[in-house]
């Protein structure tokens, strides 16, 4: 089993920005495959917003690109997402999934609220 401490979120005026962090919270034994970030806006389903792979390479969704940024730190446990000009419908619960060990594992979530 694989714990996620998720951190960062808050509220934000649109145009602000927040940094998100998801670290894996104990010691692994093996390379992380993939990180990412989905949200959920209140009353609709979860939706992808971005991951990256162990090679590097990150994929963003259409509603997010140009303005949100994933990487992952060198310690290569825990991953970040910068989100900048900020827009309202951005309000979600931000959970971050991993893919370790041919298992997948998802954070707790942490709201991030834009007002406008």
């Known amino acids: 089993q694989v714990q996620l401490i998720e951190s960062g979120g808050g509220s934000v005026q649109a145009g602000g920005s927040l940094n998100l962090s998801c670290e894996v919270a104990e010691r692994i034994f093996h390379p992380i495959s993939r990180m990412g970030w989905y949200r959920q806006p209140p009353g609709k389903e979860r939706e992808f917003s971005a991951n990256i792979i162990s090679a590097g390479s990150t994929n963003d969704a259409a509603s997010v690109k140009g303005r949100f940024t994933i990487s992952v730190l060198i310690n290569k446990r825990t991953t970040t997402l910068q989100m900048n000009s900020q827009k309202p419908a951005a309000t979600a619960v931000y959970s971050c999934?991993?893919?370790?060990?041919?298992?997948?594992?998802w954070g707790q979530g942490t709201q991030v609220t834009v007002s406008s």
């Open positions: 999934p991993v893919l370790y060990d041919g298992h997948s594992y």
